[in-house]
């Protein structure tokens, strides 16, 4: 099976940079996956990485590492709005897309 | 823009009730899945589809099953509900070869 690690809390401050971790165990990785969910909300799709490296997207950043089975989302000038829960997922190859999330962590930013 | 919709945002049933939860997407996604999400324990899959008529476990079936007869719908059933399949229920699409999956608003169901 898989299994994920991220941290349930984090706090920042407003304008700050704030990084969340993922460390993940599978067999057969494909690639890592970031959501986003506001309280009450959907999770929404944030970004994707299948080799190693930063992919970024606007204030959003994502890192890979497939050596050391670890992977970062990066939040850059940090808004109020960020304050929200993020899910890293992981994808296995040799299925049908199926990802396996993590328990999240929660970000609060504070002025 | 991708819709997502869930047959009902809050859902109060009874024990040994049988339930359905239905899901549809607007975008002729090929994949479709169910997740049950509760606190500290992150989204967790129920089951997904591939296509009509396909389905896979995910990682917590039991209890669960689905039905997907037209491409656009998504069907979970709680056969005899129970207390303990009281959580939010997330419905996502995705398109086939690509990993953006797209969530409905979720069904909160209790069951009491």
């Known amino acids: 099976g898989q299994s994920l690690e991220q941290p349930s809390e984090v706090t920042a401050v407003e304008g700050a940079i704030v990084q969340i971790n993922c460390t993940y165990q599978t067999s057969g990785f494909y690639g890592l996956s970031w959501y986003q969910q506001h309280d009450g909300g959907a999770p929404t799709f944030l970004s994707y990485?299948?080799?190693?490296g930063l992919e970024e997207t606007g204030r959003f950043s994502s890192f890979l590492s497939r050596s050391d089975s670890y992977g970062y989302l990066l939040l850059q000038e940090l808004q109020m709005k960020d304050s929200a829960s993020y899910f890293c997922?992981?994808?296995?190859?040799?299925?049908?897309?199926?990802?396996?999330f993590g328990i999240g962590t929660k970000l609060q930013v504070i002025p | 823009d991708v819709k997502v919709t869930q047959s009902s945002r809050y859902l109060v049933k009874r024990t040994g009730e049988k339930v359905f939860l239905e899901c549809v997407q607007d975008m002729d996604h090929e994949n479709m899945f169910w997740y049950r999400q509760d606190p500290g324990l992150g989204l967790r899959l129920i089951y997904f589809?591939?296509?009509?008529?396909?389905?896979e476990k995910g990682d917590i079936p039991e209890g669960y099953s689905v039905s997907r007869e037209k491409k656009e719908r998504f069907s979970l059933i709680l056969e005899s509900a129970s207390t303990n399949q009281t959580s939010m229920y997330l419905c996502?699409?995705?398109?086939?070869?690509?990993?953006?999956?797209?969530f409905g608003p979720g069904t909160r169901l209790l069951v009491l």
């Open positions: 990485n299948a080799l190693d």
């Open positions: 996502a699409s995705s398109l086939a070869g690509r990993e953006t999956q797209y």
């Open positions: 589809s591939y296509d009509v008529k396909m389905k």
């Open positions: 997922a992981v994808r296995i190859s040799g299925g049908y897309q199926k990802v396996t």
